[in-house]
Every structure is written in C-alpha cells, then in structure tokens.
C-alpha cells in the first residue's frame, strides 16, 4: 500500500485514522531503523514515537510529488541521531558512561547514513516480495534469497521447469514495477546532492 493524497490530508488535519494508517503501514520500517542505530529497545520505542510526532507536526512540509516514505525515514534517522546525541550529554554518558550505541555518535552521520540507506531499501524489497503471489514469491525467495536453480527448484516444487520459469518472470515484473520508487529515490537524491553543490 502507498499513502494516498487523501490519506496525507486527513494526516496532515490531525484525522485519528489517517494517523493509525499511516502508522501500520510504516511502523515497521521506522522501528527498523531505530534499532540499526541504538542499542536500547525502550531508546528505539522512544525515536519512533517522536518520529510520528514529528512528522505530524511537519505535514505540512512534504511535497506531495515526492516519495512518501524517504521523507518519513529521513525524520526518523534525524530523530535517532538526536535522541543519541542526547544521551552523550546525560550524567552516565559524562561519567564515563560505555553504552555502545552512544559511543557511536562521534561517527555517525557518515555511519548512519549508510545504515538507513541499506534498511530502507531492504525493507522495500522484502514488502515488495512478501506482497507477490504466493507461487512467485515462493520461487523468487528460492531462486534469489536460497541461491537455487531453475531445475533445483523444480524438484523442490515439483512442479515443471517451464512453469518455474514463467513464475520467475512474472514475479521478477511486478518487482520491478513495485520497486520503481527505489530509483526514482536515488535520482532525486543525485539531484539534491547536485544542487547542493553548486550552492
């Protein structure tokens, strides 16, 4: 599911169900990346709690023409790099405090870049797998996750390789049709990046 125009409109109105929606649909993946960036599970609970709020109270800013859920992840990665800083400062962190997640904050714009880039994008492909039917999610996940086959994954289905080969195909289309947003991302932020350079 992708969020409508609709649903970020009643979101940005405070609408109690567009909130709920949009909190199932992407809950998961903030909570993901909450938990590559601190160690703590009530810290993870905290930043996407703060991540929702966030971007409630900063609705009005997304561009409608934009990805969604990129805007989303960029609050959340933000929102995680601010609750760590935040644990630096507090009195176990200036006692010499040695909780690991913390003491990763001298290197983490770089690291957390990288970090919230790959969990984004892992997490699409896995939503866009588990979202195929289930014969071509079954031969997609045996032929690109397992490493099998055509034929060894015939014997395993047991079922024709010829029917192997046009699940594979017909699965491998809806990925690439589901999964455009992916590269649409990546331009936009070539371009940001550009931009930015030039100014």
Not at 130 to 144: G, M, N, Q, T, W
Not at 154 to 169: C, M, N, Y
Request: aromatic residues 6%; without cysteine; glycine residues 4%.
């Amino acid at each position: 599911m992708r969020v409508t125009a609709e649903t970020i409109h009643h979101f940005q109105a405070g609408d109690e169900e567009a909130v709920r929606s949009i909190y199932q649909e992407y809950g998961g993946a903030v909570l993901t990346i909450a938990r590559s960036m601190v160690s703590d599970p009530e810290l993870s609970k905290e930043i996407v709690q703060q991540t929702f709020l966030k971007a409630w109270r900063s609705s009005s800013t997304f561009d409608q023409n934009r990805e969604f859920s990129p805007w989303l992840y960029a609050i959340a990665r933000r929102t995680a790099i601010d609750v760590l800083r935040r644990e630096q400062r507090s009195p176990q962190a200036a006692s010499g405090g040695s909780d690991p997640s913390i003491n990763l904050v001298e290197t983490l714009p770089d690291s957390a870049a990288m970090t919230f880039e790959r969990t984004w994008e892992v997490f699409e492909i896995r939503r866009a797998i588990d979202a195929l039917p289930v014969v071509e999610r079954e031969v997609i996940r045996l032929s690109h996750l397992a490493g099998l086959s055509h034929p060894e994954i015939s014997t395993k289905l047991e079922v024709p390789i010829g029917t192997v080969k046009s699940r594979s195909a017909r699965g491998l289309k809806r990925l690439s049709l589901a999964l455009q947003h992916l590269a649409r991302v990546a331009n936009q932020t070539a371009a940001a990046d550009v931009q930015g350079e030039e100014e």
